[in-house]
Structure formats: C-alpha cells, structure tokens
C-alpha cells in the first residue's frame, strides 16, 4: 500500500456571482514509503493548491475538494477537523516557502519548536525544550542552546529553514510537504537546505513531496517527478527518464529553457511562448495547445488521456516529443 | 546602549557573532578586570545591536531615546506619575483639612492668596490649594489608569473574541462596537454617568472606560484578521497546533502592539474625560476629594472672578498631563511602527 495515495483530486474555487475556476483537475500520485517525489510546474499550475489540499489547509469557504486523499488507506478528506489536525505535524508536515513570515515573530525559536513536541508528545515545556535542542542541532544550527531563545528576525534566511525543517521533523512525520522550500534563499543556501533534506529524509525514512518549478531541485532531488500544467498531470516519469527523454512538450520545453554553460557564445535563451494565461479550459481541448510547437488537430478536439508510456510512467499528449530529439 | 528594558524571556544579551571576545576569561582579576570586562561587554553588545538582530522592543526604545518629542513627553509622564506616587512627602499640608488661618480671611470677594505657609494660596473652603492640586495628581492617574486599563480589557476580549471567530460572532459584536462609536464619547459618557443611580469616582471609572472600549475593539479585530491569513499561522495549522493555542499564541501577541500605542493615547483622553464629567458636575459627590476637573468645574468656575487661579491651575495641570501622555504615545506609534524601522 502507498503511503499517500491521491485519487483524482479536484480543487474548485467558486465565489458566489463568480465563473467557478479550477485550479486542481483531477489529479492523482502516489508516494511510497521513504520516497521523494516532485510537483513541478510554473505559478498558478495548482502545485500549492495541491498541497494545501492534501494538508486541509484550505479555507472553509470559497472552495469544494472532491476526490480522495489516502494516507495509508485512510481518505484524509473524510476525517473530521479534530482527528486530521491530530496527524497534521506529526504525520504529515508541512514547509513553507518564506522561512521568515512562517515563523511567528513574536515567539522565540525555541518555543515554536517545543510547541508541536507539547502537542503531539505531550512533552512538558522542559522536555521539550531539551528536545528542541538537539532537533536544532540536528539541523545543522550552530550553538542551539543561544539559539532557543532568540527570535526569527535575529537569526539568517537559511537559519530560519532550518529551524522550520526542525519543527516540521520534530515528531518524525512520514510524510513531508515542501512547498517550494529553497524559493526565497539564496543560491548557496538553496543547496545546503537541500543536501539537509535529502540527508534527513534518508535518515528518518520519511517520504518527501517537493513542490517546485526549480528543475534543478528535482535533478538533485526526486525519485519521481510529476509535471502539471493548468491543474493536471501532463507527464509523469522517473527522474532520469525525465531528465534524458522529455516526452511532453511543455516537460521539454521546460528543460530547454534552463540556460546551459555549454551552449554557443551568442545564442538566444530558448523560452516556451505565450503565457500560463493563454490556455484553453482542458474541457475543450490540452490546456498547452496554444503554446505548443507539436500541436496537432486533436489537440483542440478533447482532453488527450493520460496514457502509460513503455519506459513506466504517464503522458498526457497526442503528439510527444519523439525520443531521438528530446535531448538537445 | 546597555539598555534594562527587554521583554521577559528575551534573548541572553548578544555577544559579537562570531568574533571572539578578547579578555573575556571568566575568572574575574579584581576590580579593575571586572570594570574593563563590563566594558567589553558593553562594547560588544553596542557593535552586536549595529549589526540588526534587535529586539523590536530595544529598537523602538533606542528610536524613542532619539525623539526630542518622546523625551518631553516621557520626562512630563515621569514627574506626573512620581508627583502622584509621593503626594503624601511633597504636599505640604493634608488635602482635606479646613486651616483656621485660612477661613478665617474667606468672604464673599475674597479667598486669600499665597502666603509663605501655603504657596498657592487657599481653596474656598479654607483648604491648602498646593496640597489639593498635588493629592489631584494621585487622583488622575488613578482615574486614568484604571479607566484605561478596563477600556484595554473589555476592548480586547471583545476584538479578540470577534478577530478570533469570525463570521457572524464577528458581524454582531462589531455592529455592537459601530453603535458605540457612531455616539460622540463625552455624550456617551454623560449617557452611562447619568444612567447609574448614585454617582460615584467608580461611575466616572466605568464611564470613561466603555467609551473606549469599541476603539481597542476595533483596532485589535482588524489586526487579529490581518495575522489570520498570515504566513505564520497558516504554518501553525499545518503543524496541528490546536485553534485556541492558535489565538492566544500566534494571532493575540501579534496583534497587540497597535492596541497597546493606542492605550497610551487614550490614557490622555480619559484624563481629558473625566475632568471634563467632573466639570459638568457629574463625577465624584464626595467634596473632600481632590481632583482636577472637580477643581476646575466646581470651585474655578464658581470662584472665576474672585481668584482666577482656582480655575487656571488646575486646567493647566489636565493640559499638560494630557499633552505628555499624547507626545509619548505619538512618539511610540512612529517607533513601534515597522515602516519606519532602518
């Protein structure tokens, strides 16, 4: 059994007088036990829509969920608010994106961590503080105990991931949502966080969902990949499937316009055209379809099925890339 | 730049980052080791709060140190308050004893003036005028404080409550609060003093205090439902923290600086408040307490024209209180305020 199973997962956002807007399509993955698995996809393709999802984290209002969300069998979706905040931190966690404004600024980092220990362990303030110590310390933050006391304005962007990553770790979770998690560091810290996650997540076994549009994340990263577009998966493959034989033209278009240190003095950067907002509602047709290069009539007739492709994962496209060209 | 104030549980006090101290051995070497190392310290925590990494709560106080505004108001905030504390040691007379010397010389046209035993003269009853205004200092703050203190109470509950549910708990109690707002505060106050059976100091208290209530309702509500759709809170969910830890932990502590300024600011407003019941003669009955709008309204408005000085006194002292208590808060708004950090 999988440790996440999502079964056609839908997010519709619908404001009263308003054209309702479908952000999430029927999306459905699975991660297994101890497996790091990538969202990728740019802004507004519903990857943190997903996320929030999977988690309940979405505003009561305004928005209707439908599909199944199975955490080791159980449809999170189902669960009533009381018993899915109990898992939340201690069996699913979740990342954020900005380390600074998901840190309350008014509470020391000590406090915060100790926090979800006192909540799910039933840990007392001093235990958990001890805890929260060595959960520090294993994050990599020098001298933890100064640290304890000190608030998020005080310590550095990548210390602050850290301390994050310790709070989201700190009851051994099985499963952990990164939603974007090295967006707002910089470069040099980017890869430390991520060496960091890879190297915790080997060591607790616990399964990892990166959301990202940072195909560099996913090459060090992701066992498998899923690339959404416009709210659905549009293809699915193991990583050096991904990497080495795109099949999707949006997948491949996304690989070619990361700029390359080997190509010739001069060259223009590739860049896929259009925008995110010149898409076709999926209904009509493939939402890609006036972007794409490989269009064919199909395109604009239906849906195109996600269909298994030979080498073991899935693509959403009537006329893919053929594998001799998919490497530049 | 050793400054005492800090919150409770702040941080230990910054050393220099990573620079290593020198001479900082822990065993002391007579007085003269123990001096330079306090002023080792002292350095480092100086070059440490030019690097960031401070407390909001010493920025804002360093940026008060630097407001010529901030210090007027607080060195008028500070004597007002010592002058209330010490009334007993500085008055030179008991506030309420009628002194023969001084009924004696009362008549109708005439109440004496200063002499060398009592500086400001005599009340119209024969009372030491200094003492009276001086024991009036004890009776305004104390007014003041406790109407503000449960304006801040009742204020918070009510905004935190409506900030903290939302919905239709939030749509009756701020409707409640508009109703409060849309009558001018002295007008509601009057309404609430004249509604009570027996007119007391505490009628006056309570008065004052719920017409301030809906502003800190108010202004709290609004920043409850701002730190709701915050970052922080929507990661406190995430980690199943339990919704009322999430109020009173992560929404109600952020929330709170603005109400706080605000208290300040109102304090000069129930001051004015209560004076100003006073005067209209609706304040405290009891004649033997001394209080600057009770001075102002009955004896310096009566006795205008006989001794000026009962009136002028008593409404400078509710000015310039009023006006140190609307510097300070003033001056703390702008350094609290984030926009105007670095």
Redesign the interface.
């Known amino acids: 059994m999988s440790l996440l199973d999502v079964r056609d997962l839908s997010v519709v956002f619908q404001r009263r007088g308003e054209r309702p807007f479908t952000a999430v399509d029927k999306v459905s993955f699975t991660v297994e036990p101890g497996q790091t698995v990538g969202l990728v996809g740019e802004s507004g393709c519903g990857k943190s829509v997903t996320s929030l999802a999977i988690?309940g984290?979405l505003p009561k209002r305004g928005n209707k969920v439908t599909g199944e969300v199975l955490f080791e069998g159980t449809d999170l979706l189902k669960l009533r608010p009381d018993d899915m905040?109990?898992?939340?931190?201690?069996e699913i966690?979740?990342i954020?994106q900005?380390p600074l404004?998901?840190?309350?600024?008014?509470?020391?980092i000590g406090i915060q961590v100790a926090?979800?220990l006192e909540?799910?362990q039933g840990r007392d303030r001093k235990q958990a503080l001890r805890e929260s110590r060595e959960l520090l310390d294993a994050v990599g933050i020098p001298d933890p105990q100064?640290r304890l006391?000190?608030?998020p304005?005080?310590?550095s962007g990548g210390m602050r991931q850290r301390a994050?990553i310790a709070?989201?770790l700190a009851c051994k979770p099985r499963l952990l949502i990164a939603d974007e998690p090295t967006t707002a560091l910089d470069v040099t810290i980017q890869a430390q966080i991520l060496t960091l996650l890879k190297q915790l997540v080997d060591e607790t076994g616990t399964a990892l969902v990166m959301i990202t549009h940072d195909l560099g994340v996913v090459a060090g990263l992701c066992d498998t990949v899923n690339v959404l577009y416009g709210g659905k998966v549009v293809e699915r493959a193991r990583r050096h499937e991904l990497f080495a034989h795109a099949r999707h033209p949006y997948t491949h278009g996304l690989l070619n316009s990361v700029p390359r240190l080997d190509s010739p003095r001069g060259e223009r950067l590739h860049a896929i055209r259009g925008s995110v907002s010149d898409n076709i509602p999926w209904a009509e047709g493939c939402a890609f379809a006036p972007r794409c290069d490989n269009v064919v009539d199909a395109c604009l007739e239906g849906p195109p099925p996600l269909e298994p492709t030979a080498t073991g994962g899935d693509l959403r496209c009537n006329n893919p890339v053929s594998e001799e060209v998919a490497v530049r | 730049m050793s400054d005492p104030i800090t919150q409770a549980g702040a941080p230990a006090p910054r050393s220099g980052d990573d620079k290593p101290r020198p001479g900082m051995s822990e065993r002391s070497i007579g007085v003269l080791g123990d001096r330079k190392k306090a002023r080792l310290d002292e350095l480092a925590r100086a070059s440490s709060a030019d690097r960031g990494g401070i407390s909001l709560v010493r920025d804002a106080v360093r940026r008060l140190r630097r407001n010529p505004v901030a210090i007027v108001g607080a060195t008028i905030v500070g004597l007002f308050i010592l002058v209330a504390i010490f009334a007993p040691l500085i008055a030179p007379h008991d506030p309420v004893a009628r002194f023969d010397e001084l009924t004696k010389n009362l008549t109708v046209d005439s109440i004496p003036g200063a002499s060398s035993e009592f500086p400001l003269g005599s009340d119209p009853l024969g009372r030491d005028f200094l003492s009276r205004m001086i024991y009036g200092a004890r009776q305004t703050l104390f007014v003041g404080v406790l109407a503000t203190l449960i304006g801040l109470a009742l204020g918070v509950l009510i905004g935190a409550i409506a900030g903290a549910f939302g919905g239709w708990v939030d749509v009756v109690l701020m409707r409640l609060t508009d109703v409060m707002l849309a009558l001018p505060s002295l007008l509601l106050a009057i309404t609430l003093v004249a509604m009570a059976s027996r007119s007391s100091q505490w009628t006056v208290i309570f008065a004052v205090a719920i017409v301030n209530v809906p502003i800190f309702a108010r202004l709290l509500r609004g920043s409850m439902l701002a730190q709701r759709e915050s970052d922080h809170v929507l990661a406190a969910r995430a980690l199943g923290v339990k919704e009322r830890n999430i109020v009173l932990r992560h929404m109600l502590p952020n929330s709170l600086t603005a109400v706080i300024v605000q208290a300040t600011l109102t304090f000069a407003v129930a001051i004015l408040d209560a004076a100003a019941l006073s005067f209209l003669g609706l304040g405290d009955p009891d004649i033997n307490r001394a209080e600057w709008g009770l001075m102002l309204g009955v004896d310096g408005q009566r006795y205008f024209e006989v001794r000026p000085e009962l009136a002028y006194y008593p409404a400078l002292a509710i000015v310039v209180v009023a006006l140190g208590f609307t510097l300070l808060g003033e001056a703390m708004r702008e350094a609290i305020d984030p926009k105007n950090r670095r």
Do not use: C, K, T, W
Request: no cysteine; aromatic share 6%.
């Open positions: 988690m984290l905040r109990d898992r939340r931190g201690r966690s979740m954020f900005d404004s998901s840190l309350n600024p008014v509470i020391p926090e979800v909540r799910h100064r006391s000190e608030y304005h005080q310590i994050l709070i989201a």
